[in-house]
C-alpha cells in the first residue's frame, strides 16, 4: 500500500455451426536448455528426460527456512542467518540421464547461490512435478508434494555462486518429447457446454502431462463443496464468527474462484429480454435466424429449402474453420457436420492453452493485494507460476502500530520491513495452500544492478516465488522525498541506498543509480521470463482542487521504472517469450463505485486480514512481528478491498473483421502492436506480427475507414533524455491497403497534456468512430477529468484537440454512431454516465448531457444498434451486466435499462450479435449466448479485456489473449440457439519470437 500514512483521496465521492474435429497433429518439442551465464533457463520434465536441474547440497537445509514451529527452526531475525559462503559445484554419478548438481561444503563468506530447500530430500531440493494429488491440500489446484521447490542453482563457468534454474513445469514451453501428440488432453464436454472445452493439461506451467501420467492429471480443479476452508463460515451458527486462520473468509468463495467450467444454473439471466438485447448490428428489424427463409407451403418449396439446407451445412463447415489453429486450418478440412451431429460433443481440442508466468511487480509489500487482487489470487487457484516483486522494504516510519497506538514504541526500520514481509509471506500461503503458516525458503540472489536480492519459494507450492529488492520507500505520498524512487527518476539523489529488513539472508547493504534499477528490474524479467507483467499505473493523475497525486509517489514512480525495464528487457533478451502488461489503478479505487460483489470482496479482504496480523499470534517465530499493524484497525484500506480497476487495456475493439469476413486482431505485446490475420473466412492464420515502433500501451481501438483500410489507434509512452521529457501521446496507424499485411508508420495526434508535471501525463487510451460522413474522430479523457477530442478533416488533416467539457470523467471513454450516422461518446463519472452526440453528421459534438444512468462500474462498451447506441456496463457491487439503448433524436435519450445477470466479475464487456462476454469471479471468460439461457464459463483465463467483431452476417468472432500471451478464438453462428466453438489458439506456444 504505502507507509503507512493516511490516503489523500479519502472522503471523497465516491443450434449454430458445429466445429469440425481438430486433427491431433505432432506438437512442438520444446528446446532442452542447457547451463547459461545469467539466465534462468526452464529445466527438464523429469529425470532421465534431458538435463537435470542443479541443486545445493542438504546441508543448507536450514539456512532461509521460514515458516515451521519455532521450536523446530529458529526464529527469522538477524542473527538466525549466519555468513555462509558461495557454493561449488560438482557432477554426481550419472544414472539414467544427467544428474543433479549438489554443492560443496560452505566456507566463510556471504550466502550467495546458498538456496534454501526442503528438509527431508535424500539429495537436495527435486524438481518440482505437476499434479501431485497426494500433496494437495483439499479444495486448492493440483500441488507438487511438499519439499520440492520451484527450482534450483544452476553453476556457470567460472561463478562458484550460480544461477537459479526453474524447476520442470514452470511455464514449460511444450509437452515432452516422449509425450504422444495430444497425449493427455482431456475429452470435451457434453453437447450443451460446448463452450468448456479447454481443459491445462497436467501441471501448472507444464502444458502436457507426463508420459506416466494420466490423461488430465494435475489440472486445477474447483474446490470441493466440502473444502474446509469454505466451509468454516457456513458451519458458524448464527451471531458465531466462523473460524478461520489469520482472517475472514467468505463460504464458497474459493469456489467461485476456481470456476467449474460449465453453465451457472442458479444465475440464469432474465427470460423474455430480447429487446433488451437488442437485434444484432446490421439487422433493424431483428436476429436473422440461420436457415430461415423456406416456405412450406409452397410445392417447389421443398427444392429452394433442400438447396438452402446444404448451405447452410457449407456455412457450418467454414464456421467450424474458423477456429482451426494456425496454419493447420487449410491442411485439416474435413467433411461438413452432419445435422444430427449438432447433438453431439465437439472433439477434444488438438493443443491445450499454456497456463503462462505471470510476473508481478510493486513498489511496496501489500500492493499487491490491496490494487492488483482478486487477479492475483486467480493466478494463484489456477496454478499459474507467480513471482511478485517488491521495490522498496516499505520501512515507513518503523513502528509497526496503528497511528495512535504507537505509545513509547522506538522505531526500528528493518523490523518493520520484516513484519511487512512476514505478513505477506502468510497472505501468499493462505492464498495458495489454505494454511498461513506453510513454509517458505528463503535465499539470496545477486542482481544485474549489482546489489542482492531476497527470493523466497513456497515450499508446498514453488511455483509461488516472492523477490525482495529492498530499497528505501519515500515515507511520504506526495512531499517531496529525494532519497525515493522519484527523486531517483528526477536526479535529485544519484543513488538511492537499500534497507534491509531484519530477517533477511542478504548482509551485504548496497546502492542502485537509476540505469541499476533499470538493470536490476530487466534481470528478474529475463530470469523467470514471464509471459504476463503485471505492474502499477505510472499515469495516475492528480485532484484537481488540490493538484496532489492520485496515488502514491512510490507507486507510480516505480511503474515507470517498470516501463524501462520492459522496454530493455525485450529490445536486449532475444530468447524470450512475447509478454503483455497491465496496469492497475491504485489509491483512487476509494473513489470510485466498487467492482466487486460482496463475495470476491470478502475474500479479497480476509487475505488482507492474513496480512494485517488480526490474531497477534506468532505464528511465524519472528521477534519483529508477523504482519503490518498499521493496517490492521482498516485491513480495507479506503474501499480497496471492494474493488479492481484496470489502468489501461480495457478496449473491445481490437478484433475486427474486413469484407473478405477475415479477422484482423491487435494488442500489444513486448511494447510493439502485434498483428493476428485470418485470410477470408477459413483462410490461414499469420501473426502475431509487430509492427514497427515500441513503446505503445494496452489498449488498442480499431476502426474500418470509408475505403476500407483498417486503421489501429492507441497511445504510446516516450521518455526523453531528461526526466520532464517523460509523454504519453495518441497514435494511429492504417493498412497501406484494404486486406494488407503492411501498415503505414505511426502518426501522431500528439496530447492534449503539456506537461508531464501538470497531470503526470494522464490520458485514457482513444475511443474512436466515424460518423455518417466518413471522418474519425479520437476522444480522451485527460487529465483534469474532461473529455477531449480530434476530428479528421475531409483532406486527411486533422483538427486540433478540442475541450467538450464534462466533470468527474474516469476510465476511458466509449464512442459509436448511430443509425442516422450521428456519432455518440459516452464516459463514466463516479455517480453516473455523461453523454455526448452530434446533432447530425459532419457537427461538432453537442454538450456534455446527463444520461439518468445509476453509477456504473468503470469500463463501457457502446455499439451501433435498433437505431441508436447500445451501452454495456457493469453493477457496481455485483458485476452483474447491465444493458440500456441510447438515441439521438432531439437529444439524448435512455431506453430500457436492464440487469442481464452474470457470473460475477469485472472489467469490461464485449458485445456482438447475440454473444456477451467478459471477465467472470475466478478470473475466467463468461459468456451469455442468449435470452433465458444461462451464462456460461470458459476455463480461459486472459489479460485486459475480451474482444468480439460480427464475421460478415452470420457470423460472431470472439478472442481474448491469454496470460501465456496468445491469442484465442472462437466462433458462432448469430442464432438464438447456437453455441460457441472450441476455443483455438492461433499460431505456436509463446516460447521465443
Same mark, same amino acid.
Request: proline residues 11%.
Given at each position: ?14 443450434a449454430?455451426p458445429?466445429?469440425?474435429p481438430?486433427?491431433?497433429?505432432p ?8 547451463p547459461?551465464?545469467g ?34 527452526h529458529p526464529?527469522?531475525g ?6 555462509t559462503?558461495?557454493?561449488?559445484w560438482?557432477?554426481?554419478p ?5 544428474q ?11 550466502p550467495?547461490?546458498?538456496?534454501p530447500?526442503a ?9 518440482w ?9 483439499p ?12 527450482g ?19 511455464g ?17 464436454p457434453?453437447?450443451?457446454?460446448p ?9 501448472a506451467g ?9 490423461a ?6 474447483a474446490?470441493a %463443496?466440502?473444502d ?6 457456513a ?38 429480454? *430480447? ?12 436476429r ?27 456455412a ?5 474453420m ?19 451431429s449438432?447433438a453431439?460433443?465437439?472433439a ?29 489470487r486467480?493466478?494463484?487457484?489456477a ?11 516499505g520501512?515507513?516510519?518503523?513502528i509497526?502500530?496503528a497511528?495512535?497506538? #504507537?505509545?513509547?514504541a ?9 513484519a511487512r ?20 525458503q528463503?535465499g ?12 523466497d ?14 530499497l528505501?520507500e519515500?515515507?511520504?505520498v ?7 524512487l ?7 539523489v ?10 533477511t ?12 534499477v533499470v #538493470? ?6 529475463e ?13 495516475p493523475g492528480r ?8 496515488d502514491?509517489?512510490?507507486?507510480f514512480?516505480g ?6 525495464a ?13 509478454f503483455?502488461?497491465?496496469?492497475y ?5 476509494g473513489s ?24 497477534r499470534?506468532n ?5 519483529a ?19 479492481v480497476?484496470?489502468a489501461?487495456?480495457?478496449?473491445t ?11 484482423w486482431?491487435?494488442?500489444?505485446l513486448?511494447?510493439q ?5 485470418r ?5 490461414r ?16 481501438s480499431?476502426?474500418?475507414l470509408?475505403?476500407g483500410?483498417?486503421?489501429?489507434f492507441?497511445t504510446?509512452?516516450s521518455?526523453g533524455t ?19 499485411? *503492411?501498415?503505414?508508420?505511426w502518426?501522431s ?15 485514457s487510451a482513444p475511443a ?12 480522451v ?8 477530442g480530434?476530428?479528421?478533416? %475531409?483532406?486527411?488533416s ?8 464534462g ?13 442516422a ?5 459516452f ?15 459532419g ?10 444512468l445509476p ?10 444498434r435498433?437505431g ?13 451486466v ?9 437529444g ?10 452474470? =457470473?460475477q466479475?469485472?472489467?469490461s ?11 467472470t469471479?475466478?478470473?475466467q471468460l ?7 439461457r ?14 468480439s ?5 452470420n ?7 491469454? =496470460? ?15 453455441h =460457441? ?11 521465443a519470437?
Amino acid at each position: 500500500m504505502s507507509d503507512g500514512r493516511p490516503d489523500p483521496s479519502a472522503g471523497r465521492p465516491v443450434a449454430g455451426p458445429q466445429p469440425i474435429p481438430p486433427v491431433a497433429g505432432p506438437q512442438p518439442i520444446p528446446p532442452v536448455a542447457g547451463p547459461q551465464q545469467g539466465a534462468w533457463p526452464d529445466g527438464a520434465a523429469a529425470a532421465a528426460h534431458g538435463p537435470q536441474p542443479w541443486h545445493p547440497a542438504p546441508q543448507f537445509a536450514d539456512a532461509g527456512y521460514y515458516g515451521a514451529p519455532a521450536a523446530q527452526h529458529p526464529p527469522t531475525g538477524a542473527d538466525s542467518h549466519p555468513a555462509t559462503p558461495a557454493p561449488t559445484w560438482h557432477p554426481a554419478p550419472a544414472a539414467h540421464g544427467p544428474q543433479p548438481w549438489h554443492p560443496s561444503p560452505p566456507a566463510a563468506g556471504h550466502p550467495q547461490g546458498t538456496w534454501p530447500h526442503a528438509p527431508g530430500a535424500a539429495h537436495g531440493p527435486q524438481p518440482w512435478q505437476p499434479g501431485a494429488p497426494a500433496a494437495t491440500p483439499p479444495g486448492y489446484p493440483g500441488a507438487p508434494a511438499a519439499g520440492h521447490p520451484h527450482g534450483t542453482w544452476q553453476a556457470t563457468a567460472g561463478h562458484t555462486q550460480g544461477t537459479w534454474q526453474p524447476a520442470a513445469g514452470a511455464g514449460h514451453p511444450g509437452p515432452h518429447p516422449a509425450t504422444p501428440a495430444g497425449a493427455g488432453y482431456p475429452e470435451a464436454p457434453a453437447a450443451q457446454h460446448p463452450q468448456d472445452t479447454w481443459q491445462p493439461a497436467a501441471g501448472a506451467g507444464h502444458p502436457g502431462p507426463h508420459p506416466a501420467t494420466p490423461a488430465g492429471a494435475g489440472y486445477p480443479e474447483a474446490p470441493a %463443496a466440502g473444502d474446509p476452508q469454505d466451509r468454516r463460515a457456513a458451519e458458524a451458527g448464527p451471531g458465531q464468527a466462523p473460524a478461520r486462520t489469520g482472517g475472514r473468509r467468505a463460504a464458497g468463495a474459493a469456489a467461485a474462484a476456481a470456476g467449474d467450467g460449465g453453465a451457472d444454473a442458479g444465475r440464469d439471466r432474465r427470460a423474455g429480454g *430480447e429487446a433488451a438485447r437488442g437485434p444484432r448490428a446490421g439487422s433493424p428489424g431483428g436476429r436473422r435466424t440461420a436457415g430461415a427463409g423456406a416456405h412450406p407451403a409452397r410445392h417447389h418449396g421443398q427444392w429452394r429449402g433442400l438447396v438452402k439446407a446444404v448451405a447452410f451445412l457449407a456455412a457450418t463447415a467454414a464456421g467450424s474453420m474458423l477456429v482451426l489453429r494456425g496454419n493447420d486450418a487449410l491442411d485439416r478440412l474435413a467433411a461438413p457436420a452432419r445435422p444430427e451431429s449438432r447433438a453431439t460433443a465437439p472433439a477434444a481440442p488438438a493443443d491445450a492453452p499454456d497456463p503462462g508466468r505471470v510476473l508481478q511487480i510493486v513498489a511496496h509489500p501489500d500492493d499487491d493485494l490491496y490494487f492488483m487482487n482478486p487477479d492475483l489470487r486467480y493466478s494463484i487457484a489456477a496454478g499459474h507460476p507467480v513471482t511478485s516483486v517488491y521495490l522498496t522494504s516499505g520501512e515507513a516510519d518503523g513502528i509497526n502500530a496503528a497511528e495512535g497506538k #504507537q505509545g513509547s514504541a522506538k522505531p526500528n526500520k528493518p523490523a518493520y520491513a520484516e513484519a511487512r514481509q512476514n505478513g505477506i509471506r502468510a497472505a501468499y500461503a493462505q492464498m495458495a495452500t489454505g494454511d498461513r503458516t506453510s513454509a517458505w525458503q528463503r535465499g539470496v540472489v545477486p542482481t544485474k544492478g549489482g546489489g542482492h536480492a531476497e527470493v523466497d519459494v513456497l515450499v508446498a507450492k514453488p511455483q509461488i516465488n516472492l523477490v525482495w529488492l529492498q530499497l528505501r520507500e519515500a515515507g511520504t505520498v506526495y512531499d517531496p522525498a529525494p532519497d525515493s524512487l522519484h527523486g531517483l527518476w528526477d536526479g535529485k539523489v544519484p543513488r538511492l541506498e537499500s534497507v534491509l529488513s531484519s530477517g533477511t539472508p542478504v548482509k551485504q547493504r548496497f546502492s542502485y543509480t537509476k540505469d541499476q534499477v533499470v #538493470q536490476t528490474l530487466a534481470g528478474v524479467l529475463e530470469q523467470y521470463k514471464p509471459t504476463t507483467i503485471r505492474a502499477q499505473d505510472p499515469t495516475p493523475g492528480r485532484f484537481p482542487d488540490t493538484k496532489r497525486y492520485t496515488d502514491h509517489q512510490d507507486h507510480f514512480y516505480g511503474a515507470r521504472f517498470v516501463q524501462l525495464a520492459t522496454a530493455a528487457y525485450a529490445k536486449d533478451v532475444k530468447d524470450r517469450p512475447h509478454f503483455a502488461v497491465q496496469n492497475y489503478v491504485g489509491y483512487f479505487n476509494g473513489s470510485l463505485p466498487s467492482a466487486l460483489d460482496p463475495d470476491e470482496a470478502k475474500a479479497k479482504l480476509d487475505i488482507l486480514d492474513t496480512y494485517a496480523w488480526l490474531d497477534r499470534q506468532n505464528h511465524c517465530g519472528s521477534d519483529a512481528g508477523c504482519g503490518d499493524l498499521k493496517v490492521a484497525e482498516h485491513p480495507a484500506g479506503n474501499r480497496w478491498t471492494d474493488t479492481v480497476n484496470y489502468a489501461r487495456g480495457t478496449s473491445t475493439s481490437w478484433l475486427t473483421s474486413d469484407a473478405e469476413h477475415g479477422l484482423w486482431a491487435f494488442k500489444v505485446l513486448d511494447g510493439q502492436v502485434a498483428v493476428w490475420h485470418r485470410s477470408g473466412l477459413i483462410g490461414r492464420w499469420s501473426g502475431p506480427t509487430l509492427l514497427p515502433g515500441t513503446g505503445m500501451d494496452q489498449g488498442m481501438s480499431t476502426v474500418t475507414l470509408n475505403d476500407g483500410r483498417i486503421a489501429v489507434f492507441g497511445t504510446r509512452t516516450s521518455f526523453g533524455t531528461k526526466p520532464a521529457d517523460y509523454r504519453r501521446e495518441v497514435v494511429h496507424a492504417a493498412q497501406k491497403a484494404p486486406g494488407s499485411e *503492411e501498415f503505414g508508420p505511426w502518426q501522431s495526434l500528439g496530447t492534449p497534456e503539456t506537461a508531464d508535471e501538470n497531470w503526470t501525463s494522464d490520458i485514457s487510451a482513444p475511443a474512436v468512430s466515424l460518423d455518417g460522413t466518413g471522418r474519425p474522430a479520437a476522444y480522451v479523457r485527460d487529465g483534469s477529468y474532461g473529455l477531449r477530442g480530434r476530428v479528421q478533416h %475531409a483532406d486527411g488533416s486533422w483538427g486540433p484537440w478540442e475541450s467538450y467539457g464534462g466533470t468527474d470523467l474516469h476510465g476511458t471513454p466509449a464512442t459509436a454512431t448511430d443509425g442516422a450516422g450521428r456519432r455518440m461518446v459516452f464516459s463514466s463519472t463516479s455517480k453516473t454516465v455523461l453523454g455526448w452526440v452530434q446533432p447530425k453528421p459532419g457537427a461538432p459534438l453537442g454538450p456534455a448531457t446527463a444520461t439518468g444512468l445509476p453509477d456504473t462500474t468503470l469500463p463501457l462498451t457502446a455499439e451501433g444498434r435498433e437505431g441508436g447506441v447500445r451501452l454495456w456496463f457493469r453493477k457496481p457491487g455485483s458485476g452483474n451486466v447491465r444493458t440500456a439503448l441510447v438515441t439521438g433524436d432531439g437529444g439524448l435519450k435512455v431506453n430500457n435499462l436492464t440487469d442481464l445477470g452474470g =457470473l460475477q466479475g469485472f472489467g469490461s464487456v464485449t458485445a456482438s450479435g447475440h454473444v456477451l462476454a467478459g471477465r467472470t469471479a475466478g478470473g475466467q471468460l463468461g459468456s451469455d449466448l442468449g435470452p433465458g439461457r444461462p451464462w456460461e464459463r470458459s476455463p480461459l483465463m486472459f489479460v485486459g479485456a475480451p474482444s468480439s467483431t460480427m464475421t460478415g452476417k452470420n457470423m460472431v468472432s470472439l478472442a481474448v489473449v491469454g =496470460l501465456d500471451a496468445r491469442l484465442y478464438v472462437t466462433s458462432s453462428a448469430d442464432a438464438p440457439d447456437a453455441h =460457441l466453438a472450441p476455443w483455438q489458439p492461433v499460431g505456436p506456444r509463446n516460447t521465443a519470437p
